[in-house]
């Protein structure tokens, strides 16, 4: 995480180093969602972190003329993270579509289920960790994309 901070913050330096010769009316968010992106790649390279899921990533992000954000927001990361819930057991599934999508307490799962909060809790560690497991590669550069994003709207709403 001290990485993922070290390339945001050194994203921001750069950022307020060039407001000068920028034209801030070009969107300073696309400018620090390829900042990040980039230096996060580098980072993984430089540091042995890079797999064939990254370079997956990579080249997804990089087919077409999509920018870095809206290519993350697009169909294609979607369309992983809906394969990774797919995989997951029906049972399984359903616990964590009504905890993430529906916003249910365990506590509302278990009533609507009629099964144990303990159950609850033991589907959605199952499920969680195999998002972990085959979303893995993704999250490093989102969390840096969303780190990112979140400094840069305090950053321009101060």
Same mark, same amino acid.
């Given at each position: 995480?001290?990485?993922?901070?070290?390339?945001?913050?050194?994203?921001?330096?750069?950022?307020?180093?060039?407001?000068?010769?920028?034209?801030?009316?070009?969107?300073?968010?696309?400018?620090?969602?390829?900042?990040?992106?980039?230096?996060? &790649?580098?980072?993984?390279?430089?540091?042995? @972190?890079? =797999?064939?899921? /990254?370079? *997956?990533?990579? !080249?997804?992000?990089?087919?077409?003329?999509?920018?870095?954000?809206?290519? &993350?927001?697009?169909?294609?990361?979607?369309? @992983?993270? =809906?394969?990774? /819930?797919? *995989?997951?057991? !029906?049972?399984?599934?359903?616990?964590?579509?009504?905890?993430?999508?529906?916003?249910?307490?365990?506590?509302?799962?278990?009533?609507?289920?009629?099964?144990?909060?303990?159950?609850? !809790?033991?589907?959605?560690?199952?499920?969680?960790?195999?998002?972990?497991?085959?979303?893995?590669?993704?999250?490093?550069?989102?969390?840096?994309?969303?780190?990112?994003?979140?400094?840069?709207?305090?950053?321009?709403?101060?």
């Amino acid at each position: 995480m001290d990485a993922a901070r070290g390339i945001v913050q050194d994203a921001f330096i750069m950022l307020w180093d060039k407001r000068e010769s920028m034209d801030m009316a070009r969107n300073p968010k696309s400018y620090l969602t390829t900042t990040i992106y980039t230096r996060s &790649l580098n980072y993984l390279r430089d540091n042995k @972190k890079f =797999d064939k899921n /990254i370079i *997956e990533f990579e !080249e997804l992000v990089d087919s077409g003329s999509q920018s870095a954000d809206s290519a &993350l927001l697009g169909k294609e990361l979607k369309a @992983k993270i =809906d394969e990774a /819930i797919n *995989e997951l057991p !029906e049972k399984c599934r359903e616990v964590f579509l009504l905890s993430r999508s529906e916003n249910m307490k365990y506590q509302q799962i278990a009533d609507t289920l009629q099964i144990s909060v303990k159950t609850v !809790e033991a589907q959605m560690s199952k499920a969680l960790a195999h998002l972990r497991s085959r979303l893995g590669p993704y999250l490093p550069v989102l969390l840096l994309m969303q780190w990112g994003f979140q400094e840069l709207f305090r950053f321009f709403n101060n």
